[in-house]
């Protein structure tokens, strides 16, 4: 059944404007779902591997405990235990002559920044998508309130022009154009939810990675982590 103020009818009476807008906020919802999935996905994946954060702990030698990290290119917990192992090898092979070099930036700090880079590195992944997110929340809604504007003006042009304003040809067009308002809000509002539930996961996720950076940190510099309640 044909509906005369439906979607189909707004795009065949509207002009290269309202095209564009809807065409604008159909891309716009299509990326955000695919955000949204995809990092909804990977947030799941590093949650399944803090475990193997703690089994680490357990390993006899730190060479096994990288060994059982699972999918270790994309496991930040492998990463940044295998950047700090680099660091603590490469401050320790410098030769005596080259020393000098380190004596303002003894083993502790020199390993607290590596530690940290390595975490910085992590936690910028993370927020892949969520600049997008955050831009199609805020302007969505304004995307299809200027739709609704536009074809509000033109459809008051085309009722002025036809000379007629009786009931039915005012709210056939204006009902259309409103619809705009209504598709930006329904791409907005994905966009707002996903991203403030993907930054809380992150924060979590980069709490983690801190407590296990701390922990090797005490590793490389006293031989022994950090326990709880210590």
Request: net charge neutral; with cysteine.
């Amino acid at each position: 059944m044909n509906n005369p103020f439906g979607l189909m009818n707004l795009w065949m009476a509207g002009d290269a404007v309202t095209r564009f807008v809807a065409i604008l906020l159909l891309v716009s919802s299509i990326i955000t779902w695919v955000i949204l999935i995809s990092r909804l996905w990977n947030i799941k994946t590093l949650r399944a591997l803090k475990p193997e954060a703690e089994q680490f702990w357990r390993a006899s030698t730190f060479a096994q405990g990288l060994a059982g990290f699972s999918d270790q290119i994309n496991n930040p917990y492998f990463q940044i235990a295998k950047e700090a192992m680099g660091a603590s090898e490469h401050h320790q092979s410098q030769s005596s002559s080259r020393r000098e070099l380190l004596q303002t930036l003894n083993y502790s700090e020199w390993m607290s920044r590596s530690i940290k880079n390595s975490i910085d590195a992590c936690s910028a992944l993370l927020q892949k998508g969520q600049t997008f997110l955050g831009s199609t929340g805020a302007t969505a809604p304004f995307v299809g309130l200027f739709g609704t504007v536009w074809g509000i003006y033109h459809a008051l042009v085309a009722i002025s022009s036809s000379g007629s304003a009786q009931i039915d040809q005012v709210a056939g067009p204006i009902g259309e154009a409103l619809i705009m308002t209504a598709i930006g809000l329904a791409v907005a509002i994905p966009a707002v939810l996903g991203f403030n539930a993907i930054n809380r996961a992150n924060k979590l996720i980069v709490a983690d990675l801190n407590r296990f950076g701390n922990d090797l940190l005490a590793y490389f510099v006293t031989g022994a982590r950090i326990e709880a309640g210590e």
